[in-house]
């Protein structure tokens, strides 16, 4: 079954999104890297064993990437003043079965590195969110370590991760499927407002939203 690896929040700006949250959690985020084949840059925060917080931009240093960007990034909506969290990431130890399991929709399964990093990405191929956002985007590292193992401890831990759908029953089976059920605390929404993502962080300003 698949476990929960980390959120994603995307900015417009990564210096303007970093400083943004940094001030918002009241803790400092970790230098991260370049993602060549994506055209996008990130920075990190440990929020606990085994999992973490990736803030995401498109690289205006970077060429075009010859596919559509991860995580929507090509088209979503972002705020100006502040990083949005628009998705999370689940981890798998075989990502074909699992991507084949939650059969949420056809995707790439991409081989991807960043420094001494190795993983698997499942992406569609038109780079669209699995479940608006809900489902999880699936990874599996083939690497002998874990990021969130390399990351300061900066006092920040998930405490929990919430969801508003206007139909929810579309996205329970794939949760279910992959035995994340538990892990996403799920529920309607009116019909005609927005799906939204909430996570809820315990950090050195108390407990923080995220959404």
């Keep these: 079954m698949a476990v929960p690896d980390h959120l994603v929040l995307a900015t417009r700006d990564l210096d ?14 970790a230098a991260g890297g370049k993602h060549a084949r994506m055209g996008t840059h990130n920075r990190l925060l440990r929020l606990g064993a085994g999992f973490y917080l990736e803030l995401i931009a498109i690289d205006s240093q970077a060429p075009p990437p010859g ?18 969290l ?6 798998s130890e075989d990502i074909a079965r ?24 499942a992406v569609p191929p038109d780079g669209s969110l699995p479940g608006d956002g809900l489902l999880p985007t699936l990874i599996q590292w083939d690497v002998a370590f874990h990021p969130a193992d390399r990351l300061p401890d900066a006092g920040c831990e998930l405490m929990k991760l919430e969801a508003f759908h ?46």
């Design 86 to 91: 628009i998705h999370w990431v689940a981890r």
């Design 98 to 121: 699992d991507a084949a399991a939650s059969a949420a929709m056809p995707a790439d399964i991409l081989e991807m590195e960043r420094g001494d990093f190795r993983w698997r990405i």
């Design 166 to 211: 206007p139909r929810p029953e579309r996205i329970r089976p794939g949760l279910a499927a992959l035995g994340l059920a538990a892990k996403l605390d799920l529920h309607p929404c009116a019909a005609g407002e927005a799906m939204q993502l909430v996570a809820y962080v315990r950090c050195p300003r108390g407990l923080a939203e995220l959404d």
């Design 16 to 29: 303007a999104g970093a400083a943004w949250l940094e001030r918002h959690l009241g803790a400092s985020l």
């Design 67 to 84: 596919r559509p960007r991860w995580f929507a990034l090509d088209h979503i909506d972002l705020p100006a003043d502040r990083p949005r």
